[in-house]
């Protein structure tokens, strides 16, 4: 019986209009952690999250079925 997996990741990079300095330590990783949120309620996976102060970088893992 044939089977088949498939593997869709996705890079994700927002940034910040003009590239100001907007994203602030202090809520930065609140920030994330709604991100994270907002990709785990759509039912796919949040792999790496990271950024700077003008932009933010992530992986997600989605599944096959989206």
Request: charged share 15%; net charge positive; hydrophobic share 40%.
């Amino acid at each position: 019986m044939m089977s088949t997996y498939s593997q869709i990741y996705i890079h994700v990079v927002f940034a910040v209009q003009n590239r100001n300095s907007l994203i602030l330590e202090e809520w930065e990783e609140r920030l994330y952690q709604y991100i994270t949120g907002t990709v785990r309620k759509n039912q796919q996976k949040m792999l790496a999250i990271n950024g700077m102060p003008d932009h933010i970088h992530f992986l997600i893992g989605m599944k096959p079925s989206c």
